[in-house]
């Protein structure tokens, strides 16, 4: 006779809806069937996690994998193999590959690299154009499609849709969460000879400066509420911008990433140059700070990393001929987990940010709670473990991380996917058995 369980975690502390307990988990058939004393059952594999948290499988809604067109900084394989030593279970997928993903056969293209490739679960957006406002609606609602980008402001790729009449026609066909990347495009333009007299990564937030994002954030949120569509503010990084979202609807949702959260200029460009160059930018202590306060005072809904490779010799241009962008698929954990020691957010409130609100605000079908008959996800954490972060670690293809050389305290130390485990102890397991997310 088979064992009643797949895979039983035993002894973990474990962060369930209703809060941290010590208790078993177990997973059959890639679900999770029991919580609760499993001291005595038979189970095919078991790990002994006491000392350990569990938490509901991470979801980073932010990463950027560069296939297909520029797998010399990322592919599929390399991308959601950092996910998984990260302790990510799944992620969404950006559209500003080379070609974009703005059709169906893009998005198809997708998925079909992604199979028996991918280590984690994954869904991917499509980009919006002033040219696809139309079809959106039917792309939008294709399988292993987490909904639409738009780019406001120009970064990395060719995306844009940047006036208020297009916008309106992107929003006006389809109904989900839609992503926007805000930045005002005309204020960018504008103001983009100061990056080119300065030369030097320091003037990256005086070039793309607080009110260029404050100006693009609060167009979307307006033409939004004109929709009745749902907008997910992508990667906030002002003060302004978060005053603003604060006791905004609740259509209304607000990314933050780690690095945001964790580097400060001018200290980042004096340390790292321009491997600290993103958009919208790292800025100085006070909108850090504001960022944090709206992790606490719940403006902020969600963590996700913007992981965006490049290479160091892309990076060693002239700035501003330097992309922007930097990988933080890997870090997005230990960085956060570090923040949860040092007292700055509970864990549960992490695992919101990182796992149940994800999944909520998108719809993601079985992700998102330690919970009976959700998929068998789990990221088991050391909370107490010190680790410095290395360049040496990173399985992204860039082979760099801005946190090289950091001291953390907190990291994953397993990675279990529809009760498969696919990592432990920073070793990555089984086989690439990753399958598109379900709305
Ligand atoms: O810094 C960034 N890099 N911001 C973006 O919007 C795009 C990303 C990339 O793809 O490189």
């Known amino acids: 006779m088979s064992a009643p369980f797949d895979l039983v975690v035993r002894g973990a502390d474990c962060v369930l809806p209703n809060g941290v307990t010590r208790t078993d988990i177990g997973i059959r058939d890639g679900r999770i069937a029991e919580i609760g004393d499993l001291t005595n059952v038979a189970t095919e594999q078991a790990i002994d996690a006491k000392g350990l948290h569990v938490l509901p499988g991470v979801i980073d809604s932010q990463v950027h994998f560069r296939e297909p067109g520029n797998e010399h900084k990322e592919d599929l394989d390399s991308g959601t193999r950092a996910a998984i030593l990260g302790g990510v279970t799944a992620v969404f997928e950006m559209p500003n590959t080379s070609p974009a993903t703005t059709t169906a056969e893009a998005l198809s293209d997708k998925l079909t690299r992604a199979k028996g490739r991918a280590w984690c679960d994954y869904a991917f957006y499509v980009g919006a154009t002033p040219e696809n406002a139309g079809d959106l609606a039917e792309l939008e609602r294709l399988p292993g499609c987490c909904g639409v980008k738009v780019f406001m402001g120009s970064s990395t790729g060719t995306l844009l849709v940047a006036d208020d009449d297009d916008l309106a026609n992107v929003m006006a066909s389809g109904t989900r969460r839609f992503a926007v990347h805000a930045e005002d495009e005309d204020r960018l333009i504008e103001r983009k000879p100061i990056a080119e007299a300065a030369a030097d990564v320091h003037a990256h937030p005086d070039w793309r400066d607080p009110e260029t994002a404050l100006r693009a954030t609060r167009r979307i949120v307006g033409l939004a509420a004109a929709a009745d569509r749902p907008v997910h503010v992508l990667h906030v990084t002002t003060a302004e911008e978060m005053a603003f979202l604060n006791g905004h609807s609740t259509k209304v949702s607000v990314e933050v990433t780690p690095q945001h959260l964790t580097l400060t200029a001018p200290e980042c460009y004096d340390d790292i140059g321009t491997l600290a160059q993103m958009n919208p930018p790292i800025r100085d202590a006070r909108h850090r700070d504001a960022l944090w306060v709206g992790v606490a005072n719940g403006t902020v809904t969600v963590i996700g990393s913007d992981h965006a490779p490049h290479t160091r010799e892309e990076k060693s241009a002239t700035y501003p001929n330097t992309p922007s962008g930097m990988p933080g698929v890997q870090t997005l954990l230990p960085i956060m987990l570090d923040h949860v020691n040092a007292g700055r957010l509970t864990l549960e409130r992490l695992v ?73 102890d920073d070793e990555v397991m089984d086989k690439p058995t990753g399958a598109p997310l379900r709305f």
């Open 352 to 424: 919101e940010l990182v796992s149940s609100n994800p999944a909520r605000l998108f719809g993601i079908k079985g992700k998102g709670g330690v919970v009976k008959g959700n998929d068998g996800d789990l990221t088991l954490v050391d909370l107490s473990a010190p680790r410095t972060i290395t360049d040496d670690w990173i399985a992204s293809r860039c082979g760099w991380t801005p946190f090289n050389g950091r001291t953390v305290t907190g990291w994953p130390v397993a990675t279990v996917i529809r009760g498969r485990v696919v990592m432990r």
